[in-house]
């Protein structure tokens, strides 16, 4: 029996790592490819005048655009070239968290049976609430700037203006680096996401399959009865939630993905875990990963998982009526 589960563990990680990555690379390259076009900067401007109702300079724009078509790590990278306080770093943080990756998490949100066009929907108003909300929270707890004013500047000031998307690329051409650059960028980029999945998405499996076997599942549901009714969800969805949670969004799509070949979550659970992961998921790695970029853990964590069990109980309520 153990060594079955391993077994079944192993074959089912690799059919989900697959599944993932024939969504994920192609959107990757299609990103990569984007953002070393004007396209990006362009828009980078367009969004410019809306960070004054997060409090946040105009140099935010930046990683917050980053963030629409990259992860987290991408955000951190190009929160570095700017000198955010902590009140701005955690603003970015929050809105970031809840609007990011769009591209590959839109398609692997559709491919798992989720109304994805909704999905994207929803977390761009999340975005605008939590920052809204948080920037309010800054200002007393963080020493940030008031909403709907000019934020002080953070470092660098002003960005490179273009009235076209062409004009914003380096030199007359579409890219703004050449493909001695742009080849091994994508090439490592490529790698690491094969990677990163498979010694993920495995091991998730095996220990999947061996929770079942032993019914740790079960006694884990049990345990967790009353939380479970707060949001409005059935006991079968606390396993993809609990991954999604600690783990992220793609990994707790892959879990979902191999619950529906056998036990398919009724319509109701599969919204109301799409609309708490997109609020909060891979709380640990993302808490951790700001803190050090200057946000605050405890408003990155305890604020953003106090929104998501409200948001997704409002919405279970919802669904009730």
């Known amino acids: 029996m153990f060594f079955k589960a391993i077994k079944d563990g192993v074959i089912k990680g690799l059919r989900t790592a697959l599944m993932l990555l024939r969504i994920v690379i192609p959107i990757y390259l299609g990103v990569a490819l984007l953002r070393h076009t004007g396209l990006f900067m ?39 070239g700017f000198s955010f306080n902590a009140a701005q770093c955690t603003i970015i943080a929050m809105v970031a968290l809840c609007f990011h990756s769009i591209p590959v998490e839109t398609v692997v949100t559709r491919k798992i049976g989720m109304p ?62 050449g493909w001695d650059v742009m080849l091994p960028e994508m090439g490592w980029g490529v790698l690491r996401t094969i990677v990163n999945l498979l010694r993920v ?70 919204a109301l875990l799409g609309v708490f992961l997109f609020s909060c998921h891979g709380i640990i790695e993302t808490t951790y990963l700001f803190a050090v970029a200057g946000a605050s853990a405890v408003f990155v964590s305890a604020v953003r998982l106090a929104i998501a069990v409200g948001v997704t109980a409002s919405a279970g309520r919802l669904l009730r009526r």
């Open 42 to 80: 362009w828009l980078a401007e367009r969004i410019e005048p809306a960070m004054r109702i997060f409090g946040l300079p105009g140099e935010a724009v930046v990683p917050l655009v980053t963030s629409i078509f990259s992860d987290e790590y991408a955000v951190v990278a190009a929160m570095g």
């Open 201 to 270: 998405i495995v091991p998730l499996m095996i220990a999947i399959e061996l929770m079942l076997v032993y019914k740790v599942i079960e006694r884990i549901a049990r345990g967790l009865a009353g939380f479970c009714r707060v949001i409005g969800i059935g006991q079968a969805a606390l396993l993809p939630l609990l991954v999604g949670l600690f783990l992220g969004v793609t990994y707790g799509a892959g879990a979902i993905a191999e619950m529906n070949r056998t036990r398919p979550l009724p319509p109701r659970d599969m």
């Open 116 to 177: 994805a066009f909704r999905i994207a929907v929803f977390r761009l108003g999340l975005a605008v609430f939590t920052g809204i909300v948080v920037a309010y929270l800054a200002v007393f707890f963080l020493g940030g700037s008031a909403p709907g004013f000019a934020a002080p500047e953070a470092g660098l000031s002003g960005l490179p203006r273009s009235s076209d998307p062409a004009a914003a690329a380096a030199g007359s051409g579409v890219f703004d680096a």
